[in-house]
């Protein structure tokens, strides 16, 4: 009887976090994602985009050091087979600027990894989260990040993780566990 209580009490618990840390079961129409998305990022659905810029100047980036601090958390609850917006800032702790645009841009990517007996999701099957300007060692930078949820329902652990495209991934990251469940029934 007392296991039951408890196991009742935890169950309440649970749900109670589900709750207040679920996403918006609100539907965006595609012509208004882009006024709900913040000024300071935009979501790159293609990873390779041709760019015309100024030249910037050149930097071995092999020598440098690729660090970084994220402010942020992994919700714990995230709409299955959907678009979810997650909003972290970045703290540039490299040794370089990180450049923007151009040629070998710092964006921020993410991954899946299962929790459970669900099926392996694709490591890096979303779109790349550009920043709004180049940021100079010390600053940081807001961004949400569009991450697209895996459609079977479960436990996964998801890995937030910068990039310096055609460089290297940074090696630190922001992670956590989230069920992923249906928001529209």
């Not at 910037?56 to 087979?81: A, N, Q």
């Amino acid at each position: 009887m007392k296991k039951n209580i408890i196991y009742i009490a935890l169950l309440s618990i649970i749900s109670i976090l589900l709750l207040v840390t679920s996403c918006s079961t609100e539907t965006i129409a595609p012509s208004e994602k882009t006024e709900k998305m913040p000024e300071e990022t935009t979501v790159v659905e293609e990873k390779k985009k041709e760019e015309t810029e100024p030249e910037r100047p050149s930097i071995d980036y092999s020598k440098e050091t690729h660090d970084i601090e994220y402010e942020g958390y992994i919700p714990t609850f995230l709409c299955s087979g959907e678009e979810n917006y997650i909003k972290f800032t970045l703290k540039n702790t490299s040794s370089f600027t990180w450049p923007s645009t151009g040629k070998f841009p710092v964006r921020v990517g993410y991954h899946w990894f299962p929790k459970g007996e669900q099926p392996e999701p694709k490591w890096d099957d979303g779109g790349r989260t550009t920043l709004s300007s180049d940021v100079v060692p010390g600053e940081s930078v807001t961004v949400v990040v569009k991450v697209n949820a895996p459609e079977v329902i479960g436990w996964y652990f998801l890995q937030i993780e910068a990039v310096q495209e055609g460089i290297t991934w940074f090696q630190k990251v922001i992670e956590g566990s989230t069920y992923v469940d249906k928001c529209n029934m």
